[in-house]
């Protein structure tokens, strides 16, 4: 930036026009995808809730105004279901965020031996199946049989029915979460990867102990990764789904406990093969969705720290 | 250079070299240990995984309360019958007998070493005795596995699906994040925000106007559609990578533009030197992506099996009247091996100094 | 090894594509996978029945399409919206085909214009095909609903057999005593045993510790609730006014299901019934179960240990066995009804042993039946009783509990709700419930009959 301040004005204007040129260029394969593949799409989606579309019967499909959008008011199942989502988002939103920079402080110590098994190791679960993933957490997190109860039963604890209680299937889906960590642990240790060296010896020219280093030079070295992952983090619980599908076979058992927003979408799309309504569900979660990382986005300047001075 | 100062220290006062060398010691071991540690919880639920796919049906069910390796009962062949042994008390010792005729308050044994004698008779409940048994896990499930779903097949199918798709992810998810750390682009901020807003929407609600769409260009039966897309970027890479990419400090970018670099050079020989942990972070997640994902392989492949990758093929064994969990985990163990060699071979990337980090100077 | 592969996929690749242009005429998907029939172990035999068609003549090239039961629902619907839908889905029943009320092709046309013999059917077995939307497919299989029961159980319990022929006796205490269901819940009990050998009929047995159980109704479908009722004998939840309704006998079935789990414990929980402990909800295959109500299809499991049939219990002097009667359907969106029905014919026809042997169905044709039981015997030596199966046939339940209802798969989602409330919560007030159950239905019923008269 301070190149182009100094030069002369027909100049850096070429430079800009050049400079957007190349922009534009780097940036054609997402907009052509995004026209090929995406926009058509979103837009059918759209033009879909506003109509009566069923699944199984395509040659049908009526135009029905607002209808859909008026049904979203009086479905109790609405607000049933977003409040299943805000309590699970809240409850598992500190641990998803915190808990992969721990991890990632941990297997990026100096003091540490063995990384390379251990990061493998940590990312393993990761690669399960997510199938293979649901029978294993059944297996273990079952009341009678399972190792974690078991486990709690050599301690003289009777163990709580994980799987099957309205109340503790939210701490069981936290811990499942768990296993889905392995992506934002890696983001993070790849983002202490790139502070470069000399601050970390500055820092300790200047005396700072392990937390102070921590706290005045990772963390906001590493904030734009930490922004990634909140961001992917909201997102990913308001479309929670795979696991409490699999787990529950897309029930909402016990009581409504797993019918999470998109379970509910899902449900009506598939089972009740209400392509219309479900459209609508799915715009409603959109727009919600929007909401919150606009927040967050508009936030950002205030504690996302970007070495290149630059955001927009 | 530290080789001799630590030389130089040695000779001049032992304690302090010692001191230090033992709390560096003790640092190593405690984090070590704790990691470790940690790691034995987070992967419990793995070893049941692992446990099971040795199992067979009926070691699975005697688990459930039982041993928690692979046992089998020790049996008798006694004329035509398998008889399992037990540890049964007698007022004069324990003695280890096969149970003949099992009954509610008393049951009948045979003595696996005089098995022509009289059966035993033994008052008391057979359900309350311990049942002899030894360690036998089942390799065959590993077979069962590879032969039950032309395992070689599916792992070529998802190894091109998922290597070419990696090809076409990095390309253009580099390029764009590049354009939105970089360049002045106007209206690059709305631009940035369409493009989260495409990951946001559910991908089911999407499935069905997607599908439609590739059916009508004739891509339905190919593995065109589980390819094609990733060669135009996606969000989630896009955006971590431009993270990544304005965490980097310009003044390389300015000193290469001054020498006269172009905004490609600038990427190839400045930016992606730098991001190396981050591209290989992306490229493992888009392998593990390819690997896992599972409706939209299956509705594009459906009928043709040939082409099918293996997160289809794992689900073989999950039918609803006769679940396999031990084929289950025992498959996705195999598919897991390759993915996790290949994660483990990209630690490289992530070991610092490998890494360029700072201006040379 | 890689590069062989590679050498290998292009030319098969390049040979499919070769083949398919080749084949000149009309193709027709065959869909798998809404009722049984995905299993790998089941896949081979209709592979071989899909080839030996397409050897047989060149008008028609059939293709098949498996897909696990799980996602069978979603996919179908996709490839219907989509504009791909295959030609015949099966073998499915009432059941798996309610979701796709609408779909199906009437095939009376069809069959008038081939001149097709209906008569080689009963004539109830042809009925049963036929809904209000006409004539939906030919009789293919019938899975009657019996008593499974392990003998070895008995034997240690040192307990009489099931009866062996509807209206027997039981054998209780050397006694003469009804074959009803209140008989079956006392040796059920009985039956129920935990660690140290208690059973469920003593004061010092431990719940939380059964080992072995003596009853459970063997997989359920969606709006189980209702099979688990049939039991109690048939019922419909919709009285002659198209309102919500609750059959007497019915409500006793749901009250003595949550007794049986919670109180008496002879039925497992759903968290016993999902354990490692009974083969992760597959509790007839774990041999810790000891009768089981289930269909004649799951004879696909009885190779693995001993069990035998008899038959089920009466309630109220009747006894009441269900039947599932799966065959293949036509969907409507086919371009080629007739060659679909050619090959529907074909399926139900001269594949229909070979088809029967793996799904385990009594064939609709009587005189295939005999051919079909010898088949069974030789693959389960143990000697299983397949006269009561037979006797089975008897007491069908009419109307069946697959039966369509208003507004299908919303009524059997609130169905199903209640049935895990029941089996995962003790303590629920059960009548209070069912009332909640029957205000909920009649709404969901009000909704869709304001929609068909839109």
Known sequence: MMATAEMNKPQAGRLMRQQQRWGWIFLSPWIIGFFAFTALPILASLIFSFTDFALNKP????????????????DPLVSVSLWVTLKFALLSLPIAVALPIALASLLNSKHLRGKRVLRTLFYMPYIVPVVSAVYIWQGVLNTETGWLNRLFGLLGISGPDWLNSVVWIYPALVIIGLWGLGNAYLITLAGMQSVPTEYYEAARVDGANGWHRFRHVTLPMISPVIFYNLILTIIGLFRYFEIPFILKQGTGYPGSSTMFFNIHFYKTTFVFLDMGYGSTLAWLLFLITLAVTLVLFASARYWVYYASGDSS | MAATRTAVQNTVNTSPYYGRQLK??????????????ILGVYLMPFSYMLVTSFKDKAQIIAGAKGPILPMDPITLNYQGEV??????PFPEGVRQLALLKKGRSESSFVDPENPDAEPIVWEGRWRTLEPVIQFSPRYGNFKAAWDGINFPRLLFNTTFIAVTGLIGTLLSCIAVAYAFARFPIPGKPILFM???????????????????????IGWVGTWLPLIVPHFFANAYNVFLLRQYFLQLPRELDEAAMIDGAGPLRILLSVIIPQSWPVIVAVALFHLVFAWNDYFEPLIYTLGKPEIQPIAVGIQQFNFRFNQQPHLIQATALLGMVLPVILFFMAQRFFMRGVVVTGVEK | MIRSLIVKSTVTLLLSTLLVAAAQGVTITWFVGLGTGADPAQQGVQEAVVEAFNAMQDDITLKVVFVINQVSVETLSTLIATGEAPDIVGPVGFAGSNAFKGNFLDIQPYVDASGYDLSQFPEAAVEFQRTEEGLLGLPLANFPAFLYYRPEHFDEAGLEYPPASYGDPYILDGEEVEWDVDTMTEIAKILTVDANGNDATMDEFDPENIVQWGFMNQWAGPGAMRQHATLFGSGHLVDEDGNAFMPEHWRAAFNWLHQGIWEDHFIPTEAQNASDQLANDNAFSSGNLSMAQSHLWYTCCLADDGWDAAALPSYNGQATARLHADTFRILNTTEHPAEAFEVLA?????????????YGGMPARPDDQPQFFARLDEKYPQGVNWEVVRESLNFPDIPTHEAWLPNNNKTNDRIDALRSLLTSEPGVDVDAEIDKMIADLQAIYEEYYAEEGR
């Open chain 1, 59 to 74: 040659e049908e499909i009526e135009f029905v105004g607002f209808q859909n959008y008026v049904q979203l008011f009086k």
């Open chain 2, 24 to 37: 560096q010691f003790t640092a190593v071991a405690l984090t070590t240990l704790f990691a470790f540690m």
């Open chain 2, 83 to 88: 008889l399992e042994v037990f540890k049964v």
């Open chain 2, 194 to 216: 369409v493009l989260i807003a495409t990951i946001i929407l559910p991908r089911q609600v999407m499935l069905v106007p997607t599908f439609a769409f590739f059916s009508a």
């Open chain 3, 346 to 358: 074909y399926l139900t026809g001269e594949a229909s042993l070979d088809l029967l042997s793996v």
